[in-house]
């Protein structure tokens, strides 16, 4: 069976673009990218950024209705997930919600900072003081 220069072509092209579906280009190598980060400066940048939304104990602003609320960072639903997942969900927002990108105003250090914070209320969720 003989293919027509055409065809090739169009089978190259499908084939290409098919590989490019299950590649990871775009998206952030987390596993190059330093972990553990440092939590009291953490508390200095979720001060400064993050508190006005999720408020100083994480659950949320009462004065703010948001629709969707904003997420409630002591809770099961946000503390269970990887680090990964939820460094991807500070840096790049969430889409449909008041969660924004912040990958423009913080840089990669600062968002594991603010990570390494968030983790501190995972304490309240476990019941410790």
């Known amino acids: 069976m003989r293919m027509t220069g055409r065809r090739v072509v169009l089978c190259v092209l499908s084939a290409s673009l098919l590989g490019l579906g299950f590649s990871n280009i775009g998206v952030k190598d987390l596993t190059a990218l330093p972990k553990g980060g440092d939590s009291v400066s953490g508390r200095e940048i979720y001060v400064n950024t993050c508190i006005r939304c999720h408020g100083i104990d994480g659950k949320g602003t009462l004065g703010i209705k948001l629709v969707p609320p904003p997420a409630d960072l002591t809770s099961s639903a946000v503390q269970d997930r990887l680090d990964g997942t939820l460094f991807r969900r500070i ?39």
């Open 91 to 129: 840096h790049e927002g969430k889409p449909n919600t008041a969660m924004g990108a912040w990958k423009h105003s913080l840089s990669d250090e600062e968002i594991w900072d603010v990570l390494a914070y968030v983790r501190t209320f995972r304490a309240e969720l476990d019941g410790q003081p």
